[in-house]
């Protein structure tokens, strides 16, 4: 081939990861992931059967809806059945909408087609969590209903409708089945979450108490797993009602570990602030042994236990002093404070979600309710935007090069290119799972022509033809068990099902349109794979250094007292920030300055800042002016990171200004809000210059 200018590669990339290799090698020899295929095939069985008797135009989508709805759990089907019906019906409407003032201009109503799908993943996008497929497939499916159905728009609404009732259809079955044939409960795979979740909240709670430091490894598992428990939280939600507030308590046990982690990291910088103190207070050294036995206790703590801790954390606390080791000793003792009151509440939460009785009255003062909101979340919107109008400018483009070659049969294409852009739009480079999709899709392309062309032709009636297409099937359930080979499985069932077109009026396979819909298929996959390697792909290193600049932008706006100047609202938008950012460090190799930075640290940074900002509205007016002198100056230190993308040293000028405005404030008689601008100035300066001293009356007493 050398003489031709090109080679070949010397290795063809695998239809599956290595470690998705060694996944599905583990599923041929797990009972409950056949048992899970078996029923998926079920209720795939039962949609078809039923489709054909009632004469439905295309009751493969029927079958095709109830392999991809069935879950492993009762919560998840049930979940996922009605996003997949609501996400058709709102499809559905926009191409009865869409379609007749628009057949006779195909540019623009691939245009429209291309808005809607913007629209969609926009939304989904926002969502973040298991019903954001209602508003992806509302984005993709309209394509499906519209496109083919473009030089017929008289017909749209049947075709709509026929839809509609066919993913009904399959949904329910696969609800019915779920729900009947050997249910599996979510509760028990919560329970190993929640378990794991916990252990390494254990782990970190028994490290910092004992003084030994915390990994950042486990910061960041820690992290990750809670913002995945998104995911888990709306199928809860729809489980055995039998099981209590099951997605209640998850939410709020959610909300508790968000919590405890910057107030882990607070008390682990105190206590390395403190140093030898510690073991010359005998009263603060054993009650940090007392907490770290408690907290490795199995059972949770009665009230009395949690009463008992509160006062001995309020018979140490010192009267607010002149020396920096008074401040930190008393910022301490609040933080474990905190944490008693976290952990007891936590504890209670596990023990509820294991036996479904409902935990006591929480300990911690925070409204959890409140706090678990869409506000909450950090959001990039630039990049979100991008991602959705990446979506919808490659089904724009590869609908213009449709119209351009005049291809009848090209529909398939801008279908599968909008699957693609949608599914993916989410990920920092989507271009390997569309690859893989692709390498799938022509799996499953010879997978139907072998059955359409050799295997069909023996088959006239249901039951033959059934037996025929069960082990394909079975194989599919398979994949479809398991998460990360899910879109394995759902290419195959997507395509498959799609290019069979089981029906009863079929007249023989046509080689002809089966070969045109599946050239369409692979070459609308390539298109969306090369427009998004172009244009979309980003690396793990790029997103990381974004969201830390974003995280850094959150700092400087709180002291420059833009936004809601909330503590519980910056808190859980930091930690939510952390928790996307924790895969994507990850993921980075070693030396990459974004894995230098630590967003605990920078939440409470942001934490001390709010408190400044709300303490020096209570102080006399030179040192309300100061404090906001000094809060400006940390709002441009933070700009100056935001803008060079890395960690700058601090300014020695902020040093000065941090010293003097704690000797300004010891000047004023005690009172709240001096004491809580003297522990937001303290936070401060130990955050920002750990490894200095403080001078004069503030450096530590020996």
């Known amino acids: 081939m050398k003489g031709f ?28 992931a056949w048992r899970h295929s078996a029923k998926s095939l079920l209720a795939a069985l039962i949609a078809l059967y039923i489709g054909l008797a009632a004469d439905l135009s295309r009751p493969y989508w029927a079958m095709a809806s109830a392999l991809v709805v069935m879950q492993p759990v009762l919560g998840g089907t049930n979940a996922r059945g009605i996003y997949r019906i609501a996400g058709t019906l709102i499809a559905a409407v926009a191409s009865v909408v869409f379609v007749p003032g628009l057949s006779q201009s195909p540019i623009l109503l ?42 017929q728009p008289d017909a749209i609404f049947e075709i709509a409708l026929a839809r509609s009732e066919e993913i009904v259809l399959g949904s329910l079955c696969a609800v019915v089945v779920g729900a009947l044939v050997f249910p599996v409960s979510i509760k028990s795979m919560i329970d190993q979450r929640v378990q794991g979740l916990m252990r390494d909240a254990r782990t970190w709670c028994e490290q910092v108490l004992a003084r030994r430091g915390s990994s950042d490894e486990l910061r ?14 709306p199928f809860a939600r729809r489980d055995d009602p039998r099981h209590g507030e099951l997605g209640t308590w998850l939410s709020e046990l959610r909300a508790l570990l968000l919590g405890l982690m910057p107030v882990l990291a607070a008390i682990e910088d105190r206590l390395d602030n403190l140093g030898a103190r510690i073991g010359q207070d005998g009263e603060l050294a054993r009650l940090l042994d007392d907490m770290r036995q408690w907290v490795a206790e199995d059972a949770p703590a009665p009230p009395a236990r949690l009463d008992d801790f509160l006062r001995r954390i309020v018979a140490l606390r010192p009267a607010m002093s002149e020396d920096g080791a008074g401040l930190l000793l008393d910022s301490l003792l609040l933080r474990l404070k905190e944490l008693a009151e976290l952990w007891y509440d936590s504890r209670h939460l596990q023990q509820a979600l294991q036996d479904g009785q409902p935990p006591p009255a929480a300990a911690f003062g925070l409204d959890l309710h409140r706090l678990m909101s869409f506000e909450s979340r950090h959001i990039d919107w630039s990049m979100l935007l991008f991602s ?7 089904l724009f483009a590869y609908c213009l090069l449709w119209i351009a070659i005049g291809w009848s049969e090209g529909a398939s294409g801008a279908m599968m290119a909008a699957v693609a852009a949608a599914f993916f739009a989410a990920q920092d480079d989507p271009a390997p799972n569309i690859f893989i999709m692709m390498n799938w899709s022509i799996v499953a392309i010879l997978t139907t022509g072998f059955y359409l062309f050799i295997v069909f032709p023996l088959f006239r009636d249901f039951w033959p033809l059934a ?4 082990p394909g099937f079975l194989f599919v359930g398979l994949l479809l068990s398991r998460p990360s080979l899910f879109m394995a499985g759902m290419t195959l069932v997507v395509n ?7 029906q009863n009026h079929g007249a023989g396979a046509d080689f002809t349109s089966f070969a045109n819909s599946s050239v369409a298929t692979v070459l609308g996959l390539l298109f969306a794979l090369l427009m998004t ?25 709180a002291a420059e007292g833009h936004g809601r100047q909330d503590r519980e609202r910056l808190m859980l938008r930091m930690l939510d920030l952390t928790g996307l950012l924790a895969p994507r460090l990850a993921a980075l190799p070693e030396g990459s300055e974004a894995t230098g930075v630590d967003m605990l640290d920078e939440v409470r940074i942001g934490l001390n800042i709010l408190n400044l900002r709300r303490a020096r509205n209570d102080l006399p007016m030179a040192n309300h002016a100061a404090l906001d002198r000094l809060l400006a100056g940390v709002a441009g230190y933070y700009r100056a990171c935001e803008r060079d993308g890395r960690m700058l040293m601090p300014p020695p000028e902020l040093k000065a200004a941090l010293e003097a405005s704690l000797s300004r404030l010891h000047t004023l008689p005690p009172d709240k809000a001096r004491d809580e601008a003297l522990l937001g100035l303290i936070g401060l300066r130990f955050r920002l210059f750990p490894q200095q001293d403080m001078p004069g009356a503030f450096k530590e007493q020996p």
Do not use: K, N
């Not at 200018?5 to 041929?28: E, K, N």
């Not at 939304?123 to 519209?146: E, V």
């Not at 960041?220 to 939280?233: F, G, K, T």
């Not at 498959?496 to 089981?502: N, Q, T, Y």
């Open 110 to 151: 691939s245009l429209v087609m291309s808005l809607w799908l913007t629209g969609c993943m926009t939304i989904a996008l926002l969502h973040r969590g298991p019903s954001s497929y209602t508003f992806m497939l509302a984005g993709y499916t309209a394509a499906f209903i519209s496109f083919p159905m473009a030089l």
């Open 220 to 233: 960041r598992r820690l992290a990750h797993d809670l913002a995945q428990l998104d995911l888990v939280i």
């Open 388 to 394: 959705s109008s990446a979506a919808g400018a490659t």
């Open 5 to 32: 200018g090109w080679r070949l590669p010397r290795r063809v990339p695998p239809l599956l990861p290595r470690d998705q290799q060694a996944l599905f090698s583990g599923l041929l020899r797990d009972r409950l």
């Open 467 to 470: 037996l025929a297409i069960t």
């Open 496 to 502: 498959v099902a799609s290019l069979m077109s089981i």
């Open 533 to 557: 390697r172009l244009f979309r792909s980003v690396g793990a290193e790029w997103s990381a250094q974004r969201l830390i600049r974003q995280g850094w932008g959150i700092i400087a706006a």
